[in-house]
């Protein structure tokens, strides 16, 4: 998409720090770091999010967070890594071309893990929520 700053990315219009390259993927430094060496691993071609994304190039992407996650480790050496992505505004995407955040970790950095994103379960028990997915 032509106006899309990761796209611009992909094209070398906007500079980027790679991590890691391939055909399908591009990984480059989160340019407002949250944690050294904090990673986006982006598919070439623009996809507002992983609903989007054409399924013959999930492989490819998760391929790219592996890669990038090996360079990382590699180069920094962190404890451990939370690894995930935005999805809508209501998630908190800012940016609308699909990116996977790598955020390495260091023991004692701080910082939290997933859980920690959100605590709100709602008014149904799990066991509710469980029977609507029955087929
Ligand atoms: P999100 O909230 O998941 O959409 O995160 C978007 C991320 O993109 C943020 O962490 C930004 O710091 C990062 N970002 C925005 N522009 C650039 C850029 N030109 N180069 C690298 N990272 C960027
Ligand atoms: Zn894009």
Same mark, same amino acid.
């Given at each position: 998409? =032509?106006d899309?700053? &990761?796209c611009?990315?992909?094209? #070398?219009?906007?500079?980027?720090?790679?991590?890691?390259e391939d055909?399908?993927?591009?990984? +480059?430094?989160?340019?407002?770091?949250?944690? #050294?060496?904090?990673?986006?691993?982006?598919?070439?071609v623009?996809?507002?999010?992983?609903?989007?994304?054409?399924?013959e190039l !999930?492989? &490819?992407?998760?391929f790219?967070v592996?890669?990038?996650?090996?360079?990382?480790?590699?180069? !920094?050496?962190?404890?451990?890594?939370?690894v995930?992505?935005?999805?809508g505004?209501?998630?908190?995407? %800012? %940016?609308?071309?699909?990116?996977?955040?790598? &955020?390495?970790?260091?023991?004692? @950095?701080?910082?939290?893990?997933?859980? =920690?994103?959100?605590?709100? =379960?709602? @008014?149904?028990?799990?066991e509710?929520v469980?029977?609507? +997915?029955?087929?």
């Amino acid at each position: 998409m =032509s106006d899309c700053i &990761f796209c611009k990315i992909v094209k #070398k219009e906007i500079p980027n720090y790679t991590v890691y390259e391939d055909d399908h993927v591009l990984a +480059f430094l989160d340019i407002a770091p949250r944690a #050294k060496g904090h990673t986006l691993v982006i598919p070439k071609v623009h996809a507002e999010h992983l609903l989007e994304l054409n399924d013959e190039l !999930l492989g &490819f992407l998760l391929f790219g967070v592996k890669r990038a996650q090996e360079r990382i480790d590699h180069i !920094l050496q962190p404890d451990g890594y939370n690894v995930g992505w935005n999805h809508g505004e209501v998630g908190g995407q %800012v %940016v609308p071309h699909l990116h996977i955040h790598i &955020f390495p970790r260091w023991r004692n @950095d701080g910082g939290g893990n997933m859980h =920690s994103i959100i605590d709100q =379960s709602g @008014d149904k028990t799990v066991e509710d929520v469980g029977k609507l +997915f029955k087929t």
